[in-house]
């Protein structure tokens, strides 16, 4: 589904108009959970949180950091990109960060990041800045809950991969 129209019509150029009508029911699904998102609302969660960071992320030809700002009872408050930076690596300011998620009041929140080269693995500077920013943000008593790294056909949690 994430091939371009034109990739998918090369497969079968007789299924057009099934094919429009699989990616208008997918953009639909797409409204629907970036509307989900209202403050105070539960952050969507497994395949239906990754379809989101996918949404905003996978597509971008240059690396964007996205956090997603969690209330206390993990209630979502705000998400934006933070940081957008080149087509091979981007800084993340921790000072920033911190800075806007105590702005909101945030006592969790979830990073996400792309990788236009398509390739899902954590580098080595990925960890080592996140685990560094996870021990800022606990020293404020904000959980880090996860750092995803989204590239166009995967996904990769940090957390799951035993990174944080």
């Known amino acids: 589904m994430d091939a371009s129209f034109e990739q998918q019509l090369s497969l ?3 299924d057009a108009d099934i094919l429009r009508q699989l990616r208008a029911s997918r953009k639909v699904d797409s ?7 209202v403050p105070g609302s539960k952050l969507p969660t497994g395949t ?6 996918r949404d905003v992320l996978a597509a971008h030809s240059v690396e964007k950091v996205h956090a997603t700002f969690l209330d206390g009872a993990r209630g979502y408050l705000a998400d934006e990109i933070v940081v957008v930076g080149s087509t091979r690596d981007t800084q993340l300011r921790a000072r920033s960060l ?5 702005e909101l009041g945030a006592r969790a929140l979830i990073l996400a ?5 398509g390739s899902p693995e954590p580098s080595a500077a990925d ?3 996140t685990r560094r920013l996870e021990v800022l943000l606990n020293s404020l008593d904000i ?10 056909w995967a996904i990769v949690s940090m957390r799951e991969g035993g990174y944080l």
């Open 48 to 53: 239906d949180l990754h379809s989101y960071l």
């Open 31 to 37: 409204i629907a959970l970036h509307d989900a998102l």
């Open 113 to 117: 990041h792309n990788h236009p080269s």
């Open 12 to 14: 079968d150029p007789d």
């Open 127 to 129: 960890i080592r800045s």
């Open 98 to 102: 911190i800075k806007r998620a105590l």
């Open 143 to 152: 959980e880090l809950i996860d750092h995803f790294v989204v590239a166009r």
